[in-house]
């Protein structure tokens, strides 16, 4: 028997849904969906779920994950219910149900916590940097013989490699926070959707093991997502995600190569790098921007103000980071320090609130939810036989 | 008769079923009637309809006669291809307007309806008629049992090559013919102007004129009545005989996206009512039709669609996405079965788009200064629907049939009665 709950319904709305009450439940959405398939047949049945607060239901459910929306369905809904949007909400609901510790509904239903919470962790960034690595150094010594600033001798008495290494202890800290809380939200994730799923089945380890390439395959390539109307939206967002990846992967683990005094040739992989991460970023937050700001198809109708939050962090970011680029390769050895400072004091507020609780989690959450679906799929299809 | 200004009781502006029934009821109480229709025929949609549900009768049996009577009886003019615009209140109560009739090209009182001149005509379009189902000549008589049965010269498509002229028995035809505009004035008006139907070529996921064995609704309905153009139910890509038919409901109503988020109350029944025709006519077919909702409302609705699905057509719960069409033809129909919560695809070999009606936008533009209310899908608004269900927001203005509102052929012959006995009023309370 299904408890009907009403007020879900207007918790939903705090995450983003809008009228998804007028729906008459044609099964149209579902019908013109290019992702929606037997097993998986959505978004109605979730805007169903939504309506009638069937919060267990929609928690144990993949399928809001499994949607990359391409607005077929709000744009085709005789009822213009927005199916579209409440997927996009319940991505965002979601988020913060796998979150055990209840931060991610703050920051999504609550201005404060989640402005509040940036501007903390920035202060604090700050403020490490005044105790830790000030700027005390004649800056008159730090210009390179390229002319270059010499970016890793702002503390007098510290050589290059004790200040790299004390940012990567910093890096490697922020890091394992992330991955703790990441991984145990995935964890829970796991829980709800395959040790209790709707199908009452249980995965033989098996195919766990066979199933895994899933998780790589659709990390590196979101095939799922060019399966929908539009390549090109694809291919930006694939743009942002590859640059995105790298340049997590080059500050994390391999930051001693990535910030060195010299400033090594245009055609360097070090610089290419940067580059090429700088420019499909750019573009992506460029192009998402205005369209959010026309409100140009229906993927970009309506914004939460976690989805300008996340624009405009990650746009202060790039700025800040082309800035330092150009301030140390021209010696302003001043605007250099000050700029690497303010650089992390975004960055890393960044990364710690949105990727484990907030909109970066889908990085993580989209290919195992798809991988989830298969594994519960097939164990259910094994049963059958 | 081309008096400066032609005076009449009543002007009825339409007509279809609801300003024959309007005209007939004011004619019949001694009032003189001028009906204006800006069609070549009067009849209006009913016309063109195989049977009527819920009592299964012959849709042009009834109406026939109606229009028989119509134009024959002594209180009613009837003037076609024409307009009336431009109408006015003045401040006793009456009104003036323009009766603009466009030229037919044909003396009407002349033409026999031999269809000699068709015949002679090299020229052939789409039968609008017949839906487009078959051509016709650019000298026609519009349909078989069209009223006045009278030939008209199709001036746009004509290559002015003479021959009608030269074929023409009775010297009917005449070139010479121009636009004419007479004044009328009237003491009361009656707006019968009906609906359009919706067009679901707009509909680019139907694939309406891109997969040709996608029809709509009129479509079908001219395959199924005693003057049909191929004399059998086929499907138009190949003439092959269907045996696996879809009915789509709710194209075009009940949709937001498309501008009408109303129902428009007759595409269930009508669906069902071909269901059965069908399967007298195809006794080895079946027939499907996908639905949202059933609105079977009316008096022996329920009882008429229980008696289709007792004959066997069936009843699927969901509105279908996408048609895409398959090599020999055939249509692959993407849905949500909505009873078991699962995604399916059907194949059938024709399928008819149930359409929905559409407000006539012209009912807007008929007075000076638009000064008629419409409300807010472009139906004539009816300021007291429950107490005078045929008054308009202007005084001596009534409304009669779908021109209010979707609505069905009782209902709308009992707006037409309504409408009829409120204008006498007007006129008698002035008078």
């Known amino acids: ?385 | 008769m081309t008096p400066d200004e032609v005076k009449y009781d009543v002007v009825v502006v339409g007509g279809g079923i609801a300003g024959q029934e309007a005209a007939l009821n004011l004619a019949n109480s001694d009032q003189q009637v001028l009906l204006v229709e800006k069609d070549l025929s009067i009849g209006g949609h009913m016309i063109h309809l195989s049977k009527v549900f819920p009592t299964l009768d012959c849709g042009a049996c009834i109406t026939t006669p109606k229009m028989s009577e119509t134009v024959r009886h002594p209180n009613i003019r009837v003037s076609t291809f024409s307009e009336f615009t431009e109408i006015e209140r003045l401040s006793d109560g009456t009104f003036t307007g323009l009766l603009t009739r466009h030229p037919k090209y044909v003396i009407e009182k002349d033409c026999t309806g031999c269809q000699d001149c068709e015949d002679a005509c090299p020229v052939v379009v789409k039968d609008q008629y017949q839906y487009g189902l078959v051509g016709r000549k650019a000298a026609y008589v519009p349909f078989s049992i069209s009223n006045p049965r009278v030939a008209a010269i199709d001036i746009e498509n004509c290559i002015l090559c003479g021959a009608c002229e030269r074929a023409c028995p009775a010297d009917a035809i005449d070139f010479t013919q121009k636009i004419e505009k007479t004044k009328v004035s009237a003491g009361t008006v009656i707006i019968a102007t009906g609906f359009n139907l919706f067009d679901p070529d707009v509909i680019e996921k139907y694939g309406l004129g891109k997969h040709r064995n996608v029809i709509t609704s009129m479509q079908m309905e001219r395959q199924l009545v005693p003057t049909r153009p191929y004399n059998n139910v086929l499907r138009p890509k190949d003439g092959k005989m269907p045996d696996n038919i879809a009915y789509v409901l709710c194209v075009g109503s009940r949709d937001q996206t498309l501008g009408n988020p109303i129902c428009s109350q007759v595409c269930c029944m009508y669906s069902a009512k071909q269901g059965q025709l069908l399967m007298g006519a195809l006794p080895m077919a079946d027939v499907t039709i996908y639905y949202l909702h059933i609105r079977a409302f009316g008096k022996g609705f329920e009882e008429f669609y229980q008696q289709s699905i007792g004959m066997g057509v069936e009843y699927v719960k969901g509105k279908v996405g996408t048609i895409d069409e398959k090599e020999n033809g055939d249509l692959v129909l993407r849905y949500e079965d909505i009873r078991e919560g699962s995604i399916k695809e059907a194949t059938h070999d024709l399928v008819v788009l149930s359409v929905g009606m559409l407000a006539n936008p012209e009912a807007g533009t008929l007075f000076m200064n638009n000064a008629l209310e419409l409300d807010e899908f472009g139906y004539i608004r009816q300021v007291d629907m429950l107490r005078n269900p045929a008054s308009t927001n202007i005084e001596g203005v009534f409304v009669a049939g779908t021109a209010s509102g979707p609505m069905d052929i009782p209902d709308s012959i009992a707006s037409s009665g309504a409408a009829a006995a409120e204008a006498l009023s007007y006129l008698k309370r002035k008078s």
């Open chain 1, 1 to 385: 028997m299904v408890k009907i709950r009403p007020e879900f319904a207007d918790e939903i709305k705090k995450f983003g849904g809008v009228d998804f009450n007028a729906c008459y439940n044609c099964g149209n959405c579902t019908a013109v969906c290019p992702l929606s398939v037997t097993d998986n047949t959505f978004p109605r049945r979730l805007l169903r779920y939504t309506v009638l607060g069937m919060e267990e239901d929609i928690q144990a459910s993949t399928d809001p994950w499994l949607c990359y929306y391409c607005g077929d369905c709000s744009s085709t809904c005789p009822r213009q219910a927005n199916p579209g949007e409440i997927m996009m909400a319940l991505r965002r609901y979601l988020t913060a149900s796998y979150d055990w510790t209840g931060l991610s509904r703050k920051f999504y239903t609550s201005k404060k916590w989640g402005i509040g919470s940036l501007v903390l962790i920035g202060i604090v960034v700050i403020l490490l940097f005044a105790f830790f690595l000030p700027f005390t150094a004649d800056p008159a010594g730090l210009i390179n013989e390229d002319g270059g600033v010499k970016i890793n001798h702002f503390v007098k008495g510290m050589d290059g490699e004790t200040f790299v290494k004390t940012i990567e202890i910093g890096d490697l800290v922020m890091a394992a926070i992330i991955t703790f809380f990441l991984v145990s939200n995935i964890f829970n994730m796991y829980l709800k959707i395959v040790i209790r799923n709707a199908k009452k089945v249980k995965v033989p380890f098996s195919l766990y093991v066979k199933e895994a390439w899933n998780l790589f395959y659709h990390f590196g390539t979101q095939m799922r997502f060019s399966k929908c109307e539009g390549k090109s939206y694809w291919l930006l967002h694939w743009l942002l995600m590859s640059g995105y990846t790298l340049m997590f992967t080059v500050i994390v683990v391999f930051l001693p190569w990535f910030q060195t005094e010299k400033i090594h040739p245009i055609y360097h992989p070090q610089r290419f790098i940067g580059y090429y991460a700088t420019f499909g970023i750019l573009l992506a937050i460029i192009v998402w921007s205005v369209n959010r700001l026309r409100k140009s198809g229906e993927i970009h109708k309506y914004s939460h103000k976690t989805d300008w939050v996340f624009l405009i962090m990650l746009f202060l970011t790039t700025l800040t980071g082309i800035m330092l680029h150009i301030f140390r390769i021209t010696g302003m050895v001043h605007f250099t320090y000050y700029t690497y400072v303010i650089h992390l004091a975004i960055l890393v507020p960044m990364l710690l609130v949105e990727v484990p609780f907030s909109k970066w989690s889908h990085l993580a959450y989209r290919p195992l939810a798809i991988y989830f679906t298969n594994l519960v799929n097939k164990a259910a299809a094994l049963k059958k036989k």
